[in-house]
């Protein structure tokens, strides 16, 4: 028979037989059904009724006797009673969801326990039991049609009568009828039993019911993702036939359980997002560590030199402090990492908590005499305690580092530390601006700050107070902030003064001693004290000759630095905030203004809005500081009004030429406004000409980043914080890279003498190079993740730009005595990004070196067909052919390259790059024969529509 025949109440009468008395199935399930009914009977046939004690056992299994109305019209009546009668909808929604939820949930225990005790194993006489078993406990009459096919896979399908059902029979005795189908329990139940019986989700839906004037309750049952269309099949065919059209629902129980699963394995892709994102920040912090701690120890070593002159030693320490307060950003990202793979568990040890609190406390003394800052300690001679001490310092330098930066010069810093119920009660109070309420949470989360990014007063990634809340959780204590009496803020953490049970005492603490303790503290102190007074520069009677520029910076020794290297060409004016750099702008009407973006009191961008409504610097460019790589806010800080921007770190040189010409365009255009005034012609119609296409242009533009929508404007909390760390990351390197350009210059002119300077200064520019590789590599997953790679294309010799990267890693080949060939056509010439396409090289290249040391290079590039051919061939260690595919992925790396550094982007950056271009990128490697690396570029790209 069809198996989408049209189904009526009279459809094969001839097929199904009267033999059985509790069901009615096709006749050949007949014998099936014959003997689950015997086994059935049985079953209940074993009854024993003891008003007496209030049971009623059948087969040894306590059941209970419920009124039918009570799970149906009397039920409806009491939720609509509790929704009130404006809401009936709802109520009967969350009725019959609650229905069948608990029906379904019954069919399955009842099936579950009756397969058990009566040993069945076939999915199909588990399933034959159930109608059976139905009928005997009273819910309905089962009458199952040939059409039916119950298959333990999706292809499950089963159209069924329940003539009796007792939800149906309980609204037609009250003399009440329904719009809706009333057998909830019925299909819930039913489904319940065969899901268990098949192991196939599955579920019911009532498509006639006699309580809403139907001449019986029919059902059609299948797995949740097919049954709306066998439904909707089932009433096409009633329609063809002249029948009446009827109401029914499909049951939402499975829809809420496919969005549970869903945001189970949504969770599950988070988690697993997240333990990525720890492991990719524990590998960049390890990279970071490495070349820091080799110029932290050549600097330290050169300091402690009387071979110095004391402006190299000046240099030096500005060096030596950025290095410091480069590391303690990557401590903190390291920590973060420890404390989410859940690595970091205290080290306890009988420790004397009052002698700690006492010498981390006198560290602050001299940034407190400094700043004029009262600063008073409340601390016990002696308060004996089992605690990591290390852990507990931490918090201590957070706590306190964070009173002393926010606390105004001259203000006030209390700190406190009393015994309490067998815990130490640590405190510290200022008399700074405060929390606000909201934030006394928030505040403990990782990267959260109070302070508005663009103009925060100081620098850091939102992790001392996250980090120094995790440390107490792991000692069992509590830290809250509440507000202070007379204003400020004041934060209590509360620790244990006894480790937890069960936990072995170490036979001493971590040792710390003096030195230790102050070696931690000094990159935190560093950020404390207060800078020289700046000094306002005089404008001398040549300014006008050389040009007047501005610098804007809140950093003061970068402040300096660029106020230093531009004087060599221009009259340099230092402005310390946006506020600040307005008023200067007023008084020294400068030629041109350089400026951060994230400084205190006016950000870089608001004092750009507010300088171009002022006609009088209308001619006046300006030039921005940026470490952040979003190009979004490089457009819109362009738009409004900025003429160029400048990334941290940068060149002297660079910088130097690219404020030398801007300064250069700006008095040519003003000459060139005095000439054509003139000859009577006015350049401001000209410009409000231009200005006019420019809007254009920029609402073009906007309407443009409109259309993208919400969603790809808002970044996640990693991505913030990764734009917040290049931040951190980038600005102390801008003074490493100068001052080691300033010793080298000096070591050329003779200033600067001494033995092993140059190589000194050879190591430091080396690792200086590593850090801002490895930082730029970064940005650029930042830029490929957020879809801002952009191409700068021109004409370019491919063979040029090799020859050129060869010749710029001529000393690394020989270092690593790598004998290199090349066979290249001369004159590829092709429409490509120059940077890029040597970024590419350069990686290629530097892995070859790496991975092939001592072995022979061999570079070829053709050109056939419109296309660029080029190969990088070595004989190194080579790589599986398991792993050729994933380490073109983020982090993915090869098993037998695991040993040498790197963060496993490089070959991922190198794809990127090859793709947006419009081409392929191929390796061919047997393991231990070395690889080949194949490019494969248009010549010019096929521009997308």
């Known amino acids: ?53 209030g049971t009623i056992e059948i087969f040894g299994e306590r059941y209970i006797l419920i009124r039918a109305a009570s799970l149906s019209v009397e039920f409806f009546g009491q939720v609509e009673q509790l929704f009130g009668s404006e809401r009936e909808e709802e109520a009967d929604q969350f009725a019959r969801n609650f229905l069948f939820d608990l029906a379904h949930a019954i069919g399955k225990s009842d099936a579950r326990n009756f397969h058990r005790k009566m040993n069945l194993v ?45 939800e149906s029979d309980a609204w037609l ?83 809420r359980k496919r969005a549970e699963e869903e945001l189970r394995r949504l969770f599950d892709r988070l988690k697993e997002v997240d333990k990525l994102k720890t492991h990719f920040f524990a590998n960049v912090s390890h990279e970071l560590r490495t070349p820091l701690a080799l110029i932290l120890g050549l600097v330290e070593k050169w300091l402690d030199s009387s071979m110095i002159t004391d402006e190299v030693r000046r240099d030096l320490g500005i ?10 950003t990557v401590n903190d990202l390291l920590d973060v990492t420890k404390l989410e793979a859940g690595k970091l568990t205290p080290r306890y040890a009988q420790t004397n908590l009052a002698r700690l609190a006492c010498l981390t406390c006198s560290l602050f003394e001299g940034v407190a005499r400094e700043r004029r800052i009262s600063f008073s300690t409340e601390v016990p001679t002696e308060l004996s305690a089992q605690i990591d001490s290390e852990m507990i310092q931490r ?54 700050q109070v302070e508005r990014a663009a103009t925060r007063k100081f620098g850091g990634t939102g992790l001392g107070l996250a980090i120094a809340k995790e440390f107490v959780d792991l000692h069992h204590g509590k830290i809250h902030v509440e507000s202070a009496m007379g204003g400020g803020t004041l934060f209590i953490a509360e620790i244990p003064l006894k480790a937890p049970e069960g936990v072995l005492l170490a036979s001493s603490g971590p040792t710390q001693n003096d030195a230790a303790v102050t070696q931690k503290a000094i990159p935190i102190l560093d950020d404390l004290r207060v800078p020289l007074a700046p000094t306002d520069a005089s404008i001398s009677a040549g300014a006008s000759v050389r040009g007047v520029v501005l610098v804007v910076e809140d950093n003061f020794e970068m402040n300096l630095f660029i106020t230093q290297t531009l004087s060599t060409e221009f009259a340099a004016v230092s402005a310390y905030d946006g506020r600040d750099g307005i008023t200067k702008a007023l008084k020294h009407k400068p030629d041109l203004i350089l400026s951060d973006i994230m400084m205190p009191k006016m950000s870089g961008d608001e004092m750009v809005r507010e300088i171009r409504q002022r006609p009088e610097f209308d001619g006046v460019p300006i030039v921005l500081l940026t470490a952040k790589a979003d190009e ?58 231009i200005a006019l296409r420019r809007f254009d242009l920029q609402k073009s533009l906007e309407e443009t980043k409109a259309a993208k929508g919400e969603a790809e404007r808002l970044l996640s909390l990693r991505d913030e914080f990764i734009s917040i760390a290049s931040h951190e990351l980038k600005t102390p390197l801008t003074p490493l890279k100068m001052q080691n350009q300033l010793v080298k210059k000096m070591i050329v002119s003779g200033k600067q003498q001494g033995v092993g300077l140059e190589k000194y200064v050879e190591v430091s520019e080396r690792q200086v190079d590593r850090l801002e590789k490895l930082v730029d590599n970064l940005l650029d ?16 010799d491919f063979s040029e730009v090799i020859l050129s990267v060869v010749e710029r890693l001529r000393t690394e080949f020989e270092a690593a005595k790598c004998p290199i060939t090349t066979h290249l056509e001369q004159k590829i010439i092709g429409h490509w990004d120059r940077l890029r396409l040597e970024q590419v090289i350069t990686n290629l290249l530097s892995n070859a070196i790496k991975y092939g040391q001592g072995k022979p290079v061999r570079l070829t590039s053709t050109s056939v067909d419109g296309r660029a051919k080029f190969s990088v061939q070595d004989l190194g260690i080579g790589i599986a052919k398991e792993d050729q595919a994933r380490i073109f992925n983020r982090f993915e790396r090869a098993a037998e390259i695991r040993s040498f550094s790197g963060l496993g982007l490089g070959l991922y950056i190198t794809r990127q790059i090859i793709v947006a271009h419009g081409g392929t990128l191929q390796v061919i490697s047997e393991l231990g024969k070395g690889a080949e690396f194949i490019i494969e570029l248009p010549k010019k790209m096929v521009q997308s529509r």
Not at 136 to 161: C, K, Q
Not at 319 to 328: C, E, G, P, Q, Y
Not at 414 to 437: M, W, Y
């Open 395 to 448: 918090i201590l330098l957070n706590l306190l580092s964070n009173a002393f930066k926010f606390v105004p010069d001259g203000g006030l810093v209390i700190f406190r530390l009393v015994e309490k119920d067998g815990a130490a009660i640590l405190s510290v109070q200022d008399n700074g601006p405060g929390v606000p309420k909201e934030m006394h949470e928030a505040i403990f989360e990782r990267f959260r």
């Open 781 to 796: 997953l930042s830029r490929i993740s957020l879809g801002h790679l952009v191409l700068n294309c021109e004409d370019v």
């Open 319 to 328: 060096v030596m402090r950025n290095a410091h307060s480069l590391l303690k």
């Open 632 to 689: 979004e806010i490089k457009i819109k800080l362009l738009r409004e009004g900025a003429q160029d921007y400048v990334m941290k770190p940068f060149s002297a040189e660079e910088l130097r030429a690219r404020i030398r010409n801007l300064v250069s365009m700006s008095r040519a255009r003003d000459l060139l406004q005095r000439e054509v005034s003139g000859r009577q012609m006015d350049l401001e119609d000209l410009a409000k000409e």
């Open 122 to 166: 076939d999915p199909i006489a588990k399933l034959s039991a159930g109608p059976i078993h139905f009928s005997h406990t009273g819910w309905a009459y089962v009458d199952i049609f040939p059409e039916s096919r119950p298959t333990p896979n999706e292809d499950y399908y089963l159209i069924f009568d329940h003539p009796f059902s007792f």
């Open 173 to 255: 005795r009250a003399g009440k009828s329904r719009k809706f189908p009333v057998c909830i329990m019925n299909a819930g139940w039913s489904s319940g039993w065969c899901e268990e019986s098949f192991g196939v989700q599955l579920v019911s839906s009532e498509i006639m019911c006699r309580a809403k004037g139907d001449k019986t309750c029919r059902f059609i049952m299948a797995p949740p993702k097919k049954i709306e269309e066998y439904v909707k099949q089932y009433f096409g065919r009633e329609a063809k036939s002249g029948a009446a059209g009827v109401h029914y629902e499909i049951p939402d129980f499975f829809a």
């Open 1 to 53: 028979m069809h198996y989408w025949r049209l189904l009526k109440n009279t459809v094969a009468d001839e097929t199904r037989g009267p033999s059985l008395k509790t069901v009615r199935v096709p006749r050949e399930m007949e014998p099936l059904f014959a003997k689950a009914e015997e086994m059935v009977s049985k079953f209940f046939n074993n009854r024993k009724d003891d008003p007496e004690h």
